[in-house]
């Protein structure tokens, strides 16, 4: 009995599970506007209007709906079928709009709707829209129209910039948080700042209409489309007001280019970049028509879309081949192509010679040629973004002009990756400069400078408050990984850091924690110069610890010391596996002190290690565990070593001196002048 009893409730759930979605036919709306009733969650509603359709859903606790049910749309006429939730919303927007051929199934959870919608298919490419080419397994073609990435190939525009903004707009504020420039092979021209997974800066103009005094101003705007209800703050322009605008200042905010589906725009003010407050309502401003700023704005605070959860974070598919030459001269505060909190690119190329090229046209005047967002979170404090980009490649040409370096790796939290960089230049500064980055960031970094100009490979760290940091306090570059980096042929120049020091391979410039390069570190050097290889303090104190499993210098003749620690204040550690020195007879110098010299090139050397709270340095050369003091070596390169002396004729002492000629056993260490006793 009870067998039969647990198989009618059992076949009663199924049965009661399945009728929810049986499907009991086809509703058909060919009118312009629409109300679903709770009938419809059985039933496919197809809609076919030439014109636009008005589709209402009732709010989910309407009664004779419940959380679970579903109502299955299609639209399969030319006109759009514009979905309007009343009370509610449809993944996290007011509306959701399907174009022809297109169907969702939306879900209630008993508060709100969530949309899973289907890409839409035509048999031909319709007149006036962007599609995307889709080859069935029988030879035929059709379009997605309703797009599964935004290919930028398809975007009108004189440079390629246009079609990628233009392209990173749709992806914003669609959904479709894909941006394919794979199409973009060939010679490209970038005229101005590309910008992947945030709006660029809006163009602000300063009037003498409003009650502002003369001051600095942070202005920044958000998008609304019928699919987003705001957008992710766009990057901030920064304005002072002066001239005839005294206390009767007024700012004026330009409807933005490139504005994706977005209907509507609001613009947020302030004066810092972390204060900026939303000036009327969100989405009031119809696109097109310009925002007039004439006193400080109220309302809510930009960091509340900062990092808006409804907006796609953008991820960039680059050609496979092709070079793409930058031409811009926007100057500071701009690179070539910028990539913001939480965007991500993914190119399969590697190494030196990748047929995928991004390059400066010997007249480039920006902070970069490709870099991180320089205030990913707006806070203006300890910013930070989270990023996976792989496969950039580089080239500084001679003539252009770089505020901080071509490469640039700013401001980086958590976990994020940056894969195989290739980059090189003859441009004097660092060719890749990385600071501010944490907690596990890892990157895997070629640089090659060609031995000309004042050309640093790889620079490490920032001075806080000052340079790159200027608007910064408490950056630290800290926890960060470098793979089996290759840093190769300097520049000559002899006064090429802000020591005066000759060209390093690379250089540690100020506040580093915990910096381990893994695999092995390769170094080539400049043959036509002298200049330390690895320095460290050059702008500042170094930090540390820094840790490298082993190092190799290949090719070049030129060397004064290999590792050159505290060049200015002090190095708290550093460490360094197996070195093969190539031409670097000298190792390691401390300050101006040369520590580690004459060593024989080419030589395969054990692990070295400094540590600023024993300030001694240790290298494991050949000296013998035990032996008689005579035999003990007494070179300054073995301070640090330890020794147990055979022979000592006295009972062993802290700070005590083993004379030779009885048998007792005692430790010494070398201070760098003589062996003394531990006491041990």
Known sequence: MKRWLILALLCSLGWA?????????????????????????????????????????????????????????????????????????????????LVNNQGADIYNDGTNYAALSTAAISATLPSGQLAQPLMNNNGTTGYATSPLFWDASLFAGATADVKLNTANAYAITTGHGVLNASSLDGSQTIGAQVTIGALPQPNVTAGTSGTFSTGT???????????????????????????????????????????????????????????????????????????????????????????????????????????????????AGFCGLMFTNLSSMEDLSSGEGRPWLIKGNGSVNLDALVCTDPDPEG??????????????????????????????????????????????????????????????????????????????????????SSGPCTNYSGIVTNSTVFLAPSLVHPGNTTNCTILGENCPNLEFYSGGNNISFVGTTYFETNSSSTGDVVQFGTGGQAGGPFNFDEVQVGAGTGCGYLYALALTNSILGFRAGQTRNGACTNVLKIGATGKI????????????????????????????????????PTSAQYEGAYYTATNCNAACTVGGTCTAGASTHCEVRFNGSSWVETGR
């Open 379 to 464: 806070t203006g404090q300890a910013p930070g973004g989270y990023y996976h980009v792989d496969g950039i490649s580089a080239a500084a040409t001679s003539g252009d002009t770089y505020h901080i370096a071509p490469l640039v790796i700013q401001f980086v939290f958590d976990k994020s990756k940056f894969l195989d960089w290739h980059g090189t230049s003859s441009v004097s500064g660092p060719l890749m400069w990385v600071y501010g980055t944490c907690c596990g960031t890892i990157i895997e970094a070629q640089m090659e400078c060609f031995y000309t100009g004042g050309c640093i490979p790889l620079r490490v760290g920032c001075v806080v």
């Open 217 to 331: 101003f942070y202005i920044a705007y958000s998008l609304t489309s019928s699919q987003i209800a705001e957008t992710t703050s766009s990057r901030e322009t920064v304005i002072t007001t002066g001239g005839a605008c005294t206390t009767n200042c007024s700012l004026t905010i330009t409807t933005p280019t490139y504005v994706g589906t977005a209907t509507a725009w609001a613009v947020y003010e302030g004066t810092s970049r972390w204060n900026m407050l939303l000036c009327g309502s969100v989405g009031g401003t119809a696109i097109g028509s310009n925002i007039t700023i004439t006193s400080a704005c109220t309302g809510k605070n930009v960091s509340t879309v900062f990092s808006n959860g409804g907006t796609p974070n953008v991820h960039f598919i680059p050609p496979k081949n092709g070079n793409w030459t930058v031409t811009s001269t926007q100057g």
């Open 17 to 97: 599970q399945n009728t929810a979605r049986m499907v009991s036919g086809v509703n058909y709306q060919t009118g312009t506007s629409y109300t679903f009733v709770a009938a419809d969650t059985t039933k496919l509603v197809s809609f076919s209007n030439g014109s636009s359709i008005a589709a209402t859903l009732p709010a989910p606790t309407t009664l004779g709906l419940n959380a679970g049910l579903i109502f299955s749309v299609v639209n399969v006429g030319a006109g759009t079928v514009t979905i309007t939730c009343s009370g509610c919303t449809i993944n996290g927007a007011t509306t959701l709009a």
């Open 597 to 632: 010299t004459g060593v024989t090139s080419n030589s395969t050397l054990p692990e070295i290690t400094y540590d600023a709270n024993n300030p001694v340095y240790n290298l494991s050369l050949a000296v013998p565990p035990s032996g008689a003091i005579a035999s003990a």
